[in-house]
């Protein structure tokens, strides 16, 4: 059986970028064999973003904002006003970034928040690889990721926000998932 990992809030979203971005360096257990495996290429975007509105009168306000595309297991946009579960949507959209441009919008209490921009890639690449230990799998990424540049807003009502995101990269990344028993006695 293959477990599909797929963020669904920012906490994973942070893991997931972790991972993709090979920061994790857990190793799988060196006594394990490898039994069945599924190798997928994995392509998209990670962007974590933070935002004060523009203007004087909303000094107080503060935005999140998590962008996730994965060519394979979908998308995932999520928007926090002021760090309040009550001001979260979290949304699946079909199509987050096209051509380097991103506009897509949640309801958040029943008003429409609207991220828009473009992205742009960095030419230089870093190497990723990683193997790490997932609940009995045996997770091994190898591929590169490239740096963001991005210039992103949200609009939520009467209020601007513009977003600065940290981190930011692009994924190009191939994932080969095994199942993995142990040796052990």
Do not use: W
Request: aromatic fraction near 4%; hydrophobic fraction near 35%; include cysteine.
């Amino acid at each position: 059986m293959h477990r599909t990992i797929r963020p669904t809030h920012r906490a994973t979203t942070v893991a997931g970028a972790a991972l993709v971005a090979g920061v994790l360096g857990a190793a799988a257990p060196a006594t394990a064999e490898v039994t069945q495996s599924e190798t997928t290429r994995e392509r998209g975007y990670v962007l974590e973003c933070q935002g004060i509105p523009l203007g004087r009168d909303h000094d107080h306000r503060q935005a999140r904002v998590t962008l996730y595309e994965n060519n394979r297991y979908g998308n995932e946009l999520v928007i926090t006003l002021d760090g309040r579960p009550r001001r979260t949507a979290i949304t699946h959209p079909d199509d987050l970034v096209v051509k380097g441009e991103v506009r897509s919008a949640a309801r958040i209490r029943g008003h429409r928040a609207v991220v828009v921009g473009n992205l742009g890639r960095d030419k230089r690449r870093t190497a990723v690889h990683e193997e790490h230990d997932d609940g009995g799998q045996l997770i091994t990424v190898d591929g590169t990721h490239r740096r963001v540049r991005s210039d992103l807003g949200l609009l939520y009502r009467t209020v601007s926000f513009q977003l600065v995101c940290d981190p930011a990269f692009f994924y190009d990344l191939t994932v080969t998932r095994s199942e993995a028993t142990d040796d052990q006695q």
